[in-house]
């Protein structure tokens, strides 16, 4: 199993970014997809997820109407288009996979927001 995130950089306050994670080793478009960032000091939280076809979307609060997820199962590539971006969205985002309930992770990509 392997997830490779990518995308994150510096952004200003109200910038946008777009994460990919590509998939490899298993097989993609039979799991739930994840976006779970850390902030530096802080425990894990989950930001979205996806169920398997790409058609139903979960968000947590602070990111509704600013994130969206999606999936591409040809491409074996899950995305994260991120909005209107805030300092305190400065995290590293990482995806996860759940494979038979068993959780899978990358090693994320750095998401900073900053003026």
């Known amino acids: 199993v392997q997830l490779v995130e990518s995308g994150g950089s510096m952004v200003q306050p109200g910038g946008s970014l777009r994460l990919s994670c590509a998939a490899s080793?298993?097989?993609?478009?039979?799991?739930?997809m994840y976006w779970v960032r850390q902030a530096p000091g802080k425990g894990p939280e989950w930001v979205a997820h996806i169920n398997t076809g790409g058609g139903s979307t979960y968000y947590t609060d602070s990111v509704k109407g600013r994130f969206t997820i999606s999936r591409d199962n040809a491409k074996n590539t899950l995305y994260l288009e991120m909005n209107s971006l805030k300092p305190e969205d400065t995290a590293l985002y990482y995806c996860?996979?759940?494979?038979?309930?068993?959780?899978?992770r990358g090693q994320g990509t750095q998401v900073t927001v900053s003026s």
């Open positions: 080793g298993f097989t993609f478009s039979s799991c739930v």
């Open positions: 996860v996979a759940d494979i038979r309930g068993q959780k899978w």
